[in-house]
């Protein structure tokens, strides 16, 4: 089931320690807190943002070879907002107004944003259910669609494109396009799976169908490192799987020992480690007058090693190919793609020059054969009408002379 490699206990403060002690406040002095004024809640909007890389749409630092590779924008949002705001990070000490360059609105308020790990590729989610993912790099949108009709969109993740089928074009001979997959969780539990490639149209595939237990609501979707292919999930009442998502499939459950259960299940505790292998959990004891292991205290962080799953051999044993999220080839880099190209078919267009030469010998054979047969045809001709006119002028020298 897996091995406790911690306890937790030195956590000196939690969130239910503080609301156990507001708890216990508000009992003790109950008849006191009526003549105190009410506070007016004052809820503060929370931003999220994201580094990205200059592209066509963000063009400041395109041209500077200093920032390949560096993020040149942060793009903000703030909860509760219907906007999306792009500052630069390359501005000097004279700019002090510090203003976004780029305001991208929306026809709802946005609740979910995802980035690509190389930035050029970003998803946005509505309240409304419809997602849009816009490429970057050239500034147009990949992809418009709406997954609900009633329920906004919690979380957005690109997953890794290895597992997205791609359709490869055999000239020129450089990259054009890839297509990659988003996976969108809805507030309703519904969870499904894009294809933003350029120009896809096709439907989303269901994962995971809308759910209305509240027991049974995910609260928990992340990517394993190691195996793209497979998310881990959790739900509201604990339980733990490995779901394929190419094939929305369950693959199997991850168990904790029968004395713990999942710490906090509508917002549990996990991380991934040594490239995917490992999955650590923390759990909480349910009888806490029970030792599990002596001195182990009340909560545990249990590894489990994903590498020793039977039903994940062949996920490892497969050899995947790296692909880019975006394809956009520089004009210097298509100029090298097609001149190894010319270099590497030169013996190839050697052995083509000579068939073609063989080809035109016999072509021109066959045509003086052809001159040749039709030379001799025009002289049997001749000859033909020469002897018509001897003989034409015999009968008229004898018709004279009667």
Request: aromatic share 8%; net charge negative; with cysteine.
């Amino acid at each position: 089931m897996g091995e406790v490699i911690g306890t937790g206990v030195n956590h000196s403060l939690t969130s239910q320690h503080l609301e156990h002690r507001k708890a216990v406040f508000e009992h003790l002095h109950e008849q006191y807190l009526k003549y105190l004024p009410k506070e007016q809640d004052s809820t503060f909007p929370q931003p999220t943002f994201h580094f990205l890389s200059a592209g066509r749409m963000l063009p400041n630092g395109l041209e500077q070879p200093s920032q390949e590779g560096r993020p040149s924008y942060v793009g903000v949002r703030w909860s509760g907002g219907t906007q999306l705001m792009y500052y630069s990070l390359l501005k000097t000490a004279k700019d002090f107004e510090h203003k976004p360059e780029v305001v991208c609105p929306y026809s709802d308020v946005i609740t979910a944003t995802g980035l690509s790990p190389c930035t050029s590729l970003l998803a946005v989610g509505l309240t409304n259910g419809i997602v849009i993912v816009w490429d970057m790099h050239i500034g147009m949108q990949r992809r418009v669609i709406s997954l609900s009709d009633d329920a906004a969109i919690s979380k957005l993740m690109f997953l890794n494109p290895t597992i997205c089928p791609q359709d490869h074009d055999n000239y020129p001979p450089y990259g054009t396009k890839t297509s990659s997959y988003v996976l969108a969780w809805c507030s309703d539990g519904m969870v499904s799976l894009i294809n933003c490639g350029m120009g896809n149209t096709t439907q989303p595939v269901i994962i995971s169908p809308k759910i209305t237990d509240e027991n049974e609501l995910l609260t928990l979707i992340e990517p394993l490192t190691g195996i793209p292919e497979l998310i881990l999930t959790a739900r509201r009442n604990g339980t733990i799987f490995l779901v394929d998502v190419t094939k929305s499939h369950t693959l199997c459950q991850v168990v904790l020992p029968s004395t713990h259960e999942l710490t906090t299940p509508w917002e549990p505790i996990s991380a991934m480690g040594a490239d995917g292998q490992m999955l650590f959990l923390k759990a909480t004891q349910k009888n806490p007058n029970e030792d599990y292991i002596p001195d182990s205290g009340p909560s545990s962080i249990f590894v489990f090693q994903l590498r020793s799953f039977p039903s994940l051999d062949r996920y490892w044993r497969k050899e995947r190919e790296e692909i880019p999220y975006i394809t956009h080839s520089t004009m210097d880099k298509r100029i090298d793609a097609l001149l190894k190209e010319r270099i590497a078919q030169q013996a190839l267009r050697q052995a083509r020059m000579q068939k073609r030469w063989s080809n035109l010998k016999q072509e021109l054979d066959t045509i003086q054969q052809i001159r040749d047969a039709n030379r001799k045809r025009a002289g049997m001709r001749s000859e033909f009408v020469v002897e018509e006119e001897e003989e034409s002028t015999i009968t008229r020298t004898t018709l004279l002379a009667k």
